[in-house]
């Protein structure tokens, strides 16, 4: 691949900007300055570094984010900043989506990615892959509400009801909920229910992967490969 597209692929500007930075000096490859945009590299086995600071080359782009409370997951906010905007210039161009939404008052883990089929099998009910969510109630969590998510609650349409694939309560007001699919809503829908209702939402985890707890609210971070497999691992019970 060209140098000038490596930094593109990088997010790090057009074609014009890409080439203007690698003329000025501004790109090291494996240790030496390179200063023909048109060089040609194998990217995979590429040292880069701009600026003097090294870049590992990522074909995709995998990143999560602790979600803060009054973001919205749109390019096109209308009552609260976007998520978007919490994210640097280079993940922007090139064009991340969030991989699935949250609601603007719901905190946690939410992933971006540029890669489409990433996105599908983490969201397709099919995949199995769970989602985990812990949900503050208006009302003290009962056995009965506890039962009614475990076996399935009919929810506005939808053809047949839905059931979580864990429920279990943590204090008198707070219960963690595993789920397979994303739909609207569907946490506050599904406690709605059971005639309680979600106060404060917060996703812990997504597959068998859990939010860190080092990673601040409004901070993003790359996702490396054992990441991805802990995410795209399926819950048991999710595809039996
Ligand atoms: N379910 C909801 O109701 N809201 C979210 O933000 C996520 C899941």
Redesign the pocket.
């Known amino acids: 691949m060209k140098l000038y597209r490596v930094l593109q692929s990088q997010g790090f500007g057009s074609r014009k900007v890409s080439v203007a930075r690698i003329r000025a000096g501004e790109v090291a490859v494996n240790g030496a300055v390179c200063d023909d945009p048109e060089a040609e590299f194998d990217p995979a086995a590429l040292e880069l570094a701009l600026d003097g600071v090294s870049w590992p080359y990522r074909e995709k782009a995998y990143v999560l984010m602790h979600k803060p409370a009054g973001y919205e997951c749109s390019h096109h906010p209308s009552h609260h900043p976007s998520v978007f905007s919490l994210l640097p210039p280079h993940l922007l161009q090139r064009g991340v989506q969030c991989v699935g939404?949250?609601?603007q008052?719901?905190t946690g883990l939410l992933l971006f990615t540029d890669d489409g089929q990433f996105i599908h099998r983490m969201i397709s009910p099919k995949k199995g892959v769970a989602?985990v969510?812990r949900a503050v109630c208006a009302d003290p969590v009962t056995d009965a509400m506890l039962e009614a998510l475990r076996k399935g609650v009919q929810l506005n349409d939808e053809p047949a009801p839905i059931a979580a694939l864990a429920c279990e309560p943590l204090d008198v007001r707070t219960l963690r909920l595993t789920?397979a699919e994303?739909?609207?809503?569907?946490?506050?829908?599904?406690i709605g229910a059971t005639g309680n209702r979600?106060e404060a939402?917060h996703?812990e985890a997504v597959g068998h992967y859990a939010l860190p707890a080092d990673l601040a609210p409004g901070s993003w971070r790359w996702l490396e490969a054992d990441d991805l497999k802990q995410l795209e691992q399926p819950w048991p019970s999710a595809m039996s």
């Open positions: 939404r949250l609601d008052d719901t989602k969510y789920l994303g739909k609207y809503h569907q946490v506050r829908r599904m979600v939402l996703r």
